[in-house]
């Protein structure tokens, strides 16, 4: 037994020390900016390595290919982006390492840590299907790259938890304090700005989110949306409730008065192309 132990921790310190001398630093970070594929693709800045298995980067950015860096303008998000390449969200401070326990299971799996817009986010990487999960806590959305230029978002708190693999995806998300802005396209009229409390469930699966549920509250206002996310639009039905304490109740009867199936009921279809929002 004495023995078997000997040897499991030369074996150890062996991976280790061939990981810390003869792996260089660049090659890691190119398996890790090339694990994506499809229209996302990993930048990573201020890559090292540690000591078992273990690293470390400044930033890492997640991008999504062929857009234009900076609202149409055609200048990198950020000193050496590609111009085609535009920030889907940024990640500082990224702490990562190898789970030796999972190694010896069988099932490695890569831990990781880091901040992400006021917030923090801690995940895994199972490295033999690739399945990756993900909890976020308290993370601003205001600053998150893809929201930016939206017009639809000005503040909020952002937790949940996202587990997806190649194709598929489970996204379970709560938001805290937002402050949302009312979205009007092709006729359509959403009143968003009154609420401040969202809560959501989807399921993705090639390109295709499935919206399990997604919760609005305000003051006196409540909204319930089902339906179905495609790359080129939306196939949603959108519920709003009010009660007799809603502060805007003309307001919102004028604007959703077609949509009115009965005093603080209505139902709005929302079907278009929501591509440039």
């Known amino acids: 037994m004495k023995k078997a132990i000997i040897l499991l921790l030369s074996l150890i310190f062996l991976a280790v020390g061939s990981w810390f001398l003869v792996v260089p630093e660049q090659t890691i970070a190119d398996l890790i900016e090339d694990s994506l594929d499809g229209g996302l693709s990993l930048k990573t800045e201020g890559f090292r390595k540690g000591l078992f298995f273990s690293f470390r980067a400044d930033r890492v950015s997640l991008l999504k290919r062929g857009d234009v860096g900076r609202q149409g303008s055609g200048e990198p998000a950020h000193p050496g982006d590609s111009p085609a390449d535009a920030p889907v969200a940024i990640l500082k401070d990224l702490r990562g390492s190898l789970n030796l326990l999972s190694v010896a299971k069988l099932s490695p799996r890569v831990d990781f840590d880091c901040g992400f817009e006021g917030g923090a ?23 998150i790259p893809l929201l930016k230029g939206r017009d639809v978002i000005d503040e909020g708190d952002l937790s949940g938890d996202l587990r997806f693999d190649h194709t598929r995806g489970e996204v379970k998300f709560w938001v805290r304090d937002a402050k949302l802005k009312d979205l009007f396209f092709n006729g359509n009229y959403l009143p968003l700005s009154f609420f401040h409390t969202v809560t959501g469930a989807l399921m993705i699966d090639r390109g295709t989110a499935d919206v399990r549920s997604l919760n609005l509250q305000g003051r006196g206002i409540s909204a319930r949306v089902k339906g179905t996310l495609i790359k080129s639009g939306s196939k ?23 949509y009115m199936v009965s005093p603080g009921y209505y139902v709005v279809p929302v079907t278009s192309d929501l591509t440039g929002l």
Do not use: C, W, Y
């Not at 949603?236 to 003309?250: I, K, N």
């Open 121 to 143: 986010l801690v995940g895994t990487i199972a490295l033999v299907d690739g399945t990756v999960t993900v909890k976020v806590d308290h993370v601003g959305l205001a600053n």
């Open 236 to 258: 949603l039905t959108m519920e709003v409730m009010t009660d007799s304490s809603f502060q805007a109740g003309p307001v919102l009867q004028a604007a959703l008065g077609r």
